[in-house]
C-alpha cells in the first residue's frame, strides 16, 4: 500500500505527511511548536500564491493584503461580533474572494511590472485601510483575537486535549490542526494543477496567445486564480489571527507581501513543495541569524541573493536536479 | 453550397504602413487553400486577422456565415477554428503530451468542485483525453515524445507538436502559418503527407507556406499576397501560368 502510494502523484504529500508525523520528535518546547505551527500556515499561503506565481505566471506583490483581510474578517466578526470561527472563516473567504475578483478583473490586464505595481498598490490600500479604521480593528495597536473554536470546543494554544487517550498541549494540538490544513491545502492545489483547469493556467504562463487560440478564456483563467490564491490567502489569514490571539495591521504589511513572494521565488516557482520549503528556510533563518545580531539583515539579503544568483530555479527544483544527475551517474558508473 | 472562411475587403493599417489592404475571398468546407507571397507581403497578418488575434482596419470576416468582428481568439476556436504559427507558440513549461492535451480544453470542461477533489469524473475524461493525445501524436509523428519536457524537443518535432495540438481541438478549419519552415527534405515530404491526411479527413486547411513544391502539390486553391494586395487567386495551374504572379514571385 505504502509502495503504491510512493509511485503515484501523491508521493510528495506522503513524503510531506511522513515529516510532519515525524517532527514532534525533534521539538522539544512551545516556542518550536508555534515556530512549525506558523511556518504550516504560511506555506500553506504560499502553496496559493504559488498557483498565481509559478503556474499562471502572474506576480503578486500585495498578497499580504488578502492575508490581512481574511485575518482582521475573522478577528472583528468572532471578537466583536461574537461569530463562530468556523462561519467567520468562510463568510471572510468568500468575502475576500469578491474583493479579489472585483480587483482582479481590471488590473490582471495588465503585465510584468504594471501588474507587480497595481497588486502593490493593493497590498498598500488594505494596510491603510486596517490601520485607519481604529473602530473597527483597533488601528495601529491591533486587536485581540478569540481562540478558534467549533461547536463549542475550542482550540486554544494555551489549553490541554485528549487525542485518542493521549494527552497532548494546546500547542500541540495547533501543531496537528495545522499540519491537517497545510496537506489538505497541499492535495488541492495538486489536483487543481494536474488537471484542464490546471493546463489552462500553466499555458497562460507558457503562451497566452497558443492558450486562446486553442479556446482558453485567458482573462477569466487569471481571475480565476487570482481569486484562488485570495481565498487561501484569506483563509490561512483567518487561522493566523486564531492562532496568535492577537493581530496588527502588520500581517497586511508590504514586508508580508515580500516576504510570500519570496518564499515562493526562493523555494521554487511552479513547485508546490519547493515553495513550502521556502517558507521554512525563510522562517527559520531569522532564528539562526539571530546570533548575528545587527549583521542579522546583512546576512539574510546576502543568503537571498547567492541563493537566487547560484540557484535561479529556487531550492527544491535546484537540489531534484542536481542528485537525479549525481544518481544516474553512479548507476552509469556500475553498469 | 457556402463558404467556410469568408474574407471581404479586409483592410489592416499598422500606423501608415497597409500591411493588408482590400483582400477578399472565400475558403469552402474541405479545401487545402494556400496563401502565398513574398516576405511581408501580409499573408502572416492576414492568418492574425482571420484568427482574431488583431482587429481589422476595415472588411469582414465570416466564419461559417457569422462575422467574427466581435469574437476573441478563445470564441473563434469554440466555432472550430485553430492555428499554428509561424514563430511557434508552444508552452515550454509542459511536457509535450500536456500541450497537445491544452488542445482538448474546451472538450474537456470541469467544474472546480470537481477538480479540487479528483472526482473519478475527471479522472476518466484526463484518461480519455491523454489517450486521444497520445494517439494524435502518433498521427503528427512526434509519438516517442510523450512526457519529454516541451523545452527538451527539437525544432522539426516541436512544429509537429503544435499540429497536434491545433488538431486536438477537432477543428472544422485549421490555419497552419509556414509549416515547412525550418524543416529538411525529409521532415517536409512527411508534413505534406500530414496535411493531406488532415485533409482527407474532413478538414478545411488554410496554409501559408514558401515551399512552392509543397503548396502547388497540395493546394486547391491559392491567394497570391503582394504588398497586401491580392495580386491573384485560383487553382494551382492558373496561379502557374498567371504572368502578374509569374513577373512578382515564380520569377520566371
Redo the contacts between chains.
Keep these: 500500500m505504502l509502495n503504491n502510494l510512493m509511485q503515484s502523484r501523491l508521493r510528495g504529500l506522503v513524503i510531506l505527511a511522513l515529516i510532519l508525523l515525524i517532527l514532534p520528535v525533534f521539538l522539544g518546547n512551545p516556542f518550536h511548536y508555534e515556530l512549525v505551527t506558523q511556518m504550516a500556515i504560511i506555506a500553506a499561503t504560499v502553496v496559493g500564491l504559488n498557483l498565481l506565481v509559478g503556474f499562471a505566471g502572474q506576480i503578486s506583490l500585495g498578497h499580504a493584503g488578502f492575508f490581512g483581510l481574511g485575518a482582521y474578517f475573522t478577528g472583528i466578526a468572532t471578537g466583536t461580533y461574537g461569530w463562530p470561527s468556523v462561519p467567520a472563516l468562510v463568510v471572510g473567504a468568500i468575502v475576500v474572494g469578491f474583493i479579489a475578483w472585483i480587483v482582479g478583473r481590471p488590473i490582471l490586464r495588465l503585465k510584468g511590472h504594471y501588474l507587480s505595481m497595481a497588486t502593490l498598490a493593493v497590498g498598500f490600500i488594505i494596510a491603510i485601510i486596517l490601520n485607519n479604521e481604529r473602530a473597527l480593528t483597533g488601528g495601529p495597536d491591533g486587536m485581540p483575537v478569540p481562540a478558534f473554536e467549533v461547536f463549542g470546543w475550542e482550540l486554544s494554544a494555551f489549553g490541554s486535549y485528549s487525542l485518542f487517550g493521549i494527552d497532548i498541549e494546546g500547542f500541540q494540538a495547533w501543531y496537528i490542526f495545522a499540519s491537517v490544513v497545510l496537506l489538505v491545502a497541499v492535495w488541492f492545489a495538486l489536483n487543481l494543477i494536474e488537471s484542464p483547469i490546471g493546463r489552462a493556467l500553466r499555458s497562460v504562463h507558457g503562451s497566452e496567445v497558443a492558450a486562446s487560440v486553442v479556446g482558453v478564456n485567458t482573462a477569466k483563467y487569471k481571475s480565476l486564480v487570482f481569486v484562488i490564491s485570495a481565498v487561501y490567502a484569506s483563509l490561512m489569514g483567518s487561522l493566523y489571527a486564531h492562532f496568535q490571539g492577537f493581530i496588527t495591521p502588520a500581517v497586511a504589511s508590504f514586508e508580508f507581501s515580500i516576504l510570500f513572494i519570496t518564499m515562493v521565488v526562493l523555494g521554487g516557482m511552479g513547485s508546490t513543495f519547493g515553495v513550502i520549503l521556502g517558507a521554512v528556510v525563510l522562517k527559520l533563518l531569522p532564528q539562526v541569524l539571530a546570533d548575528f545580531q545587527e549583521l542579522e539583515h546583512v546576512m539574510f539579503g546576502l543568503i537571498l541573493m547567492l541563493t537566487m544568483i547560484f540557484m535561479p530555479k529556487g531550492l527544491l527544483p535546484t537540489l531534484t536536479i542536481f542528485f537525479s544527475k549525481r544518481m544516474r551517474r553512479k548507476a552509469g558508473g556500475e553498469a | 453550397m457556402t463558404a467556410l472562411v469568408e474574407v471581404k475587403g479586409l483592410d489592416k493599417a499598422f500606423g501608415g504602413v497597409h500591411a493588408v489592404e482590400g483582400v477578399s475571398f472565400s475558403v469552402e468546407a474541405g479545401q487545402v487553400y494556400s496563401v502565398i507571397g513574398p516576405n511581408g507581403a501580409g499573408k502572416t497578418t492576414l492568418f492574425n486577422l482571420i484568427?482574431g488575434?488583431y482587429t481589422p482596419t476595415k472588411g469582414e470576416i465570416l466564419l461559417n456565415g457569422e462575422s467574427t468582428a466581435k469574437l476573441?481568439?478563445?470564441e473563434?476556436?469554440?466555432r472550430g477554428m485553430?492555428?499554428t504559427?509561424q514563430q511557434m507558440?508552444?508552452?515550454?513549461?509542459?511536457t509535450a503530451i500536456?500541450n497537445v492535451?491544452?488542445?482538448?480544453?474546451?472538450q474537456?470542461?470541469?467544474s472546480?468542485f470537481t477538480?479540487?477533489?479528483?472526482l473519478p469524473s475527471?479522472r476518466r475524461?484526463?484518461a480519455a483525453?491523454r489517450k486521444r493525445a497520445a494517439e494524435l501524436m502518433e498521427y503528427v509523428g512526434c509519438g516517442e515524445y510523450l512526457d519529454t519536457d516541451a523545452s527538451a524537443m527539437s525544432y522539426g518535432a516541436l512544429k509537429r507538436l503544435e499540429i497536434a495540438?491545433?488538431l486536438?481541438?477537432e477543428p472544422r478549419v485549421i490555419l497552419l502559418d509556414e509549416p515547412a519552415a525550418g524543416l529538411n527534405a525529409v521532415e517536409t515530404a512527411a508534413l505534406e503527407d500530414l496535411i493531406r491526411k488532415i485533409a482527407d479527413q474532413g478538414t478545411t486547411v488554410m496554409l501559408v507556406e514558401h515551399d512552392m513544391k509543397l503548396v502547388m502539390g497540395i493546394s486547391d486553391r491559392l491567394l497570391v499576397l503582394n504588398y497586401g494586395r491580392v495580386l491573384a487567386e485560383g487553382s494551382p495551374e492558373e496561379i502557374r501560368q498567371n504572368p502578374d504572379v509569374i513577373a512578382a514571385y515564380l520569377g520566371g
Design positions: 484568427t488575434l476573441e481568439p478563445n473563434l476556436a469554440e485553430c492555428r504559427f507558440q508552444i508552452c515550454m513549461n509542459m500536456e492535451m491544452l488542445g482538448r480544453h474546451l474537456l470542461r470541469s472546480l477538480t479540487l477533489f479528483r475527471l475524461n484526463e483525453a495540438r491545433a486536438a481541438a
